[in-house]
């Protein structure tokens, strides 16, 4: 196997960058509703949190791609009926100004998929610009997320297996060490933007001298 070839961030990227820490942490995920994300661990995760007291909240924005998955939209959205000021429940398609709007503006992006399903041959774009804006992960252990942050040192934390409890827990953890994990996110920021750029991106692939030829 082989795996992906990078993509480049967009030109225009830093604009979306920010370094606001909320006193409440944001725990944010973003993209296409369909099978193979584990999404079926967030409800009871984030029950499971908030029973505990836990203070973060929620902003679950998501495409639904998959009616195998209206179970999980439907629990998704009773949970956002229940807790209305800790649980935003978002089911609209985003142009891409306001997906890195509305990625810049998590704590945290929760990358639910388990290990065998996010294996270290898929690269993901939400991990890659989510680093690049300073945005850590909360993300299970082994495959591309963890080989391409934990040596970044960028704040993000990995749990031992992606199930409610684990996950419940990694809300908590975070929440107490939100401010040193995204300090450690917005200094590892600059070095990783600066290297998935198009220029870097180019050379990567070895493309950079037909590209100025």
């Known amino acids: 196997e082989c795996p992906m070839l990078p993509t480049p961030l967009p030109e225009r990227f830093a ?3 920010t370094d606001v820490c909320p006193e409440q942490p944001v725990f944010g995920i973003i993209g296409d509703a369909r099978q193979g994300k584990n999404l079926h661990i967030l409800p009871p995760a984030i029950l499971r949190y908030l029973a505990t007291g836990g203070q973060g909240r929620f902003h ?16 998704l959205h009773d949970i956002s009926q229940d807790y209305p000021q800790q649980v935003r ?21 929760i990358i639910p998929y388990s290990a065998e399903d996010y294996h270290v041959y898929r690269p993901s774009g939400p991990v890659i610009e ?11 252990a082994g495959g591309f997320a963890e ?3 934990a040596p970044l040192d960028n704040g993000s934390l990995f749990m031992a ?14 929440e107490r060490e ?3 994990r995204k300090a450690k996110a917005a200094t590892a920021r600059p070095g990783y933007a600066a290297s998935h750029g198009a220029d870097a991106v ?12």
């Open 130 to 140: 989510s680093a690049a804006l300073g945005v850590p992960i909360l993300a299970c």
């Open 161 to 174: 297996n992606a199930s409610p409890k684990e996950l419940a827990l990694a809300f908590s953890r975070f």
């Open 147 to 149: 080989e391409e942050l």
């Open 89 to 109: 429940l978002d089911l609209s398609h985003l142009d891409q100004i306001d997906y890195y709007r509305c990625l810049a503006g998590f704590t945290a992006l």
């Open 202 to 213: 180019m050379r990567l692939i070895g493309m950079d001298g037909a590209r100025s030829g």
């Open 178 to 180: 939100k401010d040193s």
């Open 15 to 17: 604009c979306f960058q």
């Open 60 to 75: 679950i924005q998501l495409t639904p791609t998959d009616e195998a998955l209206t179970p999980v939209m439907l629990a």
